[in-house]
């Protein structure tokens, strides 16, 4: 699976989700998912740095508190509905806006609701999303 172009999920009313989380819950989150950061010298601008993007926007690592993490991890840990977020720390409060939903390849079911409302077939659907396939009827 590999990511494709589909500009239509921003239409989606959930498509953009924005959670706000005490240092307390983060660091709650993190520990739970066995993920050991030390906050003991915590300052806003220290806390989260170090983010670096897939082509698509993902998030393929971030930096918490100088352990660097997969963006994966970090989803998970704290429940993100997405891997493309963007996080902003101040005042001990972590503010995250999340753009999508799920792991940002194959097929998006709003995307795909979206495109045949534009009048794309089953067949040009599945090859947009599955680049490279090609559909045969039997």
């Known amino acids: 699976l590999v990511s494709v172009e589909s500009s239509v999920d921003a239409l989606s009313p959930d498509y953009k989700v924005t959670t706000v989380y005490t240092l307390d819950q983060v660091k709650d989150k993190l520990a739970s998912a066995s993920i050991n950061c030390d906050f003991s010298e915590y300052t806003d601008e220290k806390t989260v740095g170090g983010i670096v993007r897939t082509v698509n926007g993902a998030v393929q690592t971030i930096t918490i508190c100088g352990v660097d993490l997969s963006g994966s991890a970090f989803r998970e840990a704290l429940g993100l ?57 039997c």
Do not use: D
Request: no cysteine.
């Open 81 to 137: 509905r997405s891997l493309n977020y963007n996080i902003s720390v101040k005042n001990k409060t972590f503010t995250i806006t999340t753009f999508g939903y799920g792991h940002g390849v194959g097929m998006s079911q709003y995307g795909a609701n979206a495109y045949a409302e534009k009048g794309l077939n089953y067949k040009e659907i599945l090859e947009h999303y599955y680049p490279g396939t090609k559909i045969f009827n």
